[in-house]
């Protein structure tokens, strides 16, 4: 089986490294031909400059892209070549967007399937990403397989869509989560405490500390915003969070406040940075 992989962005770029590290990656993809140039002759991995052409000499092709408009320009032009094959979308992006995308993947004699990742760029290197898998069950056994290269956890949760409504659920807590650990460090350093003490607390002792905590607040001490996840990508999740919410009648009201703070983090000019740096809101617009 002929597997391909398009998309070299920090995570894409990972997954594809430890696929080629086991043997399982054939070809290559990406939008800038440079870094396509640069994981070839890294991994020695074939790359293409066509994605029709990628597609006709691949039995899989794993993607994994920025957000909707990416995902659903890259599908419309590999669509002509669906035919036959097994698409695996790690992107994470709106469900329905995903879901029509999908039928029209059906339409043409494929499969796809959604299939988002918890875990950050760390998680991927480590293998321990836990993947979220919707699609039909028939072929999910052929997924994992290749999956299994660049994840300890890989999922069946039910039809197309699934894995995406998995994903959200993540993203909505640790989106959440993560600006509460920002508000309560700043509470902590604004009344006089150590800063490297309030860390300590959420990352080990707190009722509340979690492996987020224990890896977001030392970089909270250090201002250490090197990305991991950018905010950009989690105001960008927080706001399908929305649209989804809309759509299905629920209420989302600490989600909805979380997106604000990313927003203004990016405001700030922290949109390629690391998210844990919207606590950067909350120590500027702190009186001194």
């Not at 962005?9 to 396509?36: E, F």
């Amino acid at each position: 089986m002929k597997v391909a992989l398009v998309g070299l962005g920090v995570m894409g770029w990972r997954i594809a490294a430890n696929l080629a590290s086991d043997r399982k990656l054939d070809y290559v993809y990406n939008r800038t031909t440079s870094k396509a140039e640069e994981f070839s002759k890294k991994y020695n991995v074939k790359y293409f400059t066509d994605l029709k052409e990628l597609v006709r000499n691949s039995d899989l092709v794993i993607t994994m892209l920025a957000d909707d408009n990416a995902v659903s320009s890259v599908y419309h032009e590999m669509l002509s070549e669906a035919k036959g094959k097994t698409f695996v979308d790690m992107s994470t992006i709106s469900p329905s967007v995903s879901v029509e995308i999908a039928k029209k993947v059906s339409e043409a004699g494929g499969v796809m399937f959604d299939a988002p990742v918890i875990g950050t760029s760390v998680f991927v290197e480590q293998r321990k990403l836990t993947v979220l898998v919707g699609g039909p069950r028939e072929k999910f056994d052929e997924v994992k397989e290749v999956l299994k290269s660049t994840a300890s956890n890989i999922l069946y949760l039910g039809k197309n869509g699934m894995g995406l409504y998995a994903k959200l659920v993540n993203n909505l807590l640790v989106g959440t989560y993560v600006a509460a650990l920002a508000e309560a460090f700043n509470f902590g350093v604004k009344s006089g405490l150590d800063p490297n003490e309030v860390a300590k607390i959420l990352a080990e002792m707190a009722s509340a500390k979690s492996p987020t905590s224990e890896i977001k607040a030392p970089k909270l001490v250090t201002g250490d915003y090197n990305t991991q996840f950018a905010t950009k990508h989690m105001r960008k999740d927080l706001e399908i969070i929305q649209r989804e919410s809309q759509n299905l009648k629920v209420i989302a009201p600490l989600s909805s406040l979380a997106l604000q703070l990313y927003r203004m983090a990016e405001a700030l000019g922290y949109s390629e940075a690391d998210y844990v740096s919207v606590y950067e809101v909350f120590k500027r617009f702190s009186p001194k």
